[in-house]
Nanobody, 121 residues
Framework: QVQLVESGGGLVQAGGSLRLSCTASGSIFAINAMGWYRQAPGKQRELVATFNSGGKTNYADFVKGRFTISRDNAKNTVYLQMNSLKPEDTDIYYC???????????????WGQGTQVTVSS
């Protein structure tokens, strides 16, 4: 019943910007963590930027100084502002949320469908 809806991906030239959005919906009791990962074909999914339940941010080294994660708690939404994009940023970006639902006894990991980010050289 949980749904993560992503938007904002697309094609941009090197040096350009994109803003990704992800909204979680459902009978959510608590959000333990929420953020963004990326995955290239044949490679493992890797962290880009996340919030934990205390509001602390965690950034991958390759995006520090260029990407900024933000959130709107009232809307269960996280954003990823991506500036100074590089061709190596090209990937599928996935929204992740670690949630506890009213109907469950434990936290569970949820993923969006992914949004394609392509950066041309």
């Amino acid at each position: 019943q949980v749904q993560l809806v992503e938007s904002g991906g697309g094609l941009v030239q090197a040096g350009g910007s994109l803003r990704l959005s992800c909204t979680a919906s459902g009978s959510i009791f608590a959000i333990n963590a929420m953020g963004w990962y990326r995955q290239a074909p044949g490679k493992q999914r890797e962290l880009v930027a996340t919030f934990n339940s205390g509001g602390k941010t965690n950034y991958a080294d390759f995006v520090k100084g260029r990407f900024t994660i933000s959130r709107d708690n009232a809307k269960n939404t996280v954003y990823l502002q991506m500036n100074s994009l590089k061709p190596e940023d090209t990937d599928i970006y996935y929204c992740n949320a670690v949630l506890r639902l009213y109907s469950d006894f434990k936290t569970s990991d949820y993923w969006g469908q992914g949004t394609q980010v392509t950066v041309s050289s």
